[in-house]
């Protein structure tokens, strides 16, 4: 399994992979099975990471390369964030472990949408685009940030070789209903000297769906959620 954008740290990876190997018991292991939309995928050759929201609540399962079947993945899409997953999966010391993942060919109508959003938000910003991007954000936050503000805010804002072709991971799903949707973003794969996380809330007006607002985060809150 691969991230739809990018390949995991070898760091990560390694670790990753000595925890799997080292811990793990299949012979002893409970299977269980799930389907859920995919919020967040770390991954490259060696392993990592799947978050899948199911109906009852989130798994957090992690996957070694050649020790799970794949099922529907063809091309890209099956990876992106909003992809429903059938999945299999078991115990292990080191928490769940993927036997097999099964892509259904559909997709949340909400969570779809809004991770896109925020990738083009970004792609937009770091070509000047202001004027698109600006038209992203909800009527209610227009009427407290004018075009020019917005603008100005962006002034010194170097953007990262990246924003426009961010890895899987820059951005994390926490949460959605069909009216609204919690991302969070890692800005190092966006802005240059500037780094940070945030959460972003987007919502559906109108029968679209906009920004509403955006707050800063800490890194532990990126990296507990």
Do not use: C
């Not at 992106?80 to 259904?104: C, N, S």
């Not at 997709?107 to 038209?135: I, Q, T, W």
């Not at 899987?168 to 190092?188: C, M, Q």
């Amino acid at each position: 399994m691969k991230s739809s954008y990018a390949p995991l740290s070898a760091g990560f990876v390694a670790l990753a992979l000595f925890l799997v190997t080292f811990t793990l018991a299949p012979q002893a292991a409970r299977a269980s099975e799930g389907t859920g939309t995919l919020y967040y995928l770390d991954g490259g050759r060696g392993g990592g990471v799947v978050h899948l929201y199911t109906g009852s609540g989130l798994l957090r399962i992690a996957f070694v390369s050649g020790k799970y079947k794949e099922i529907g993945f063809r091309g890209a899409d099956g990876y992106a964030y909003g992809a429903i997953w059938k999945v299999g999966y078991h115990k292990a010391q080191v928490g769940l472990v993927l036997d097999r993942a099964v892509f259904t060919g559909r997709f949340d109508s909400a969570v779809r949408p809004a991770d896109l959003l925020v990738r083009r938000h970004y792609a937009l910003l770091s070509k000047g685009s202001y004027e698109k991007a600006y038209n992203h954000l909800s009527s209610a936050w227009k009427r407290t940030q004018s075009y020019d503000a917005f603008v100005k805010g962006f002034q010194e804002v170097k953007f990262a070789d990246t924003a426009q072709t961010p890895p899987s991971y820059a951005l994390k799903i926490i949460g959605h209903n069909p009216r609204e949707v919690l991302v969070l973003v890692d800005a190092t794969w966006f802005t240059e000297g500037r780094g940070g996380y945030y959460r972003f809330t987007v919502v559906r007006e109108k029968g679209s769906w906009v920004i509403d607002r955006s707050d800063p985060i800490t890194h532990e809150k990126w990296r507990d959620s």
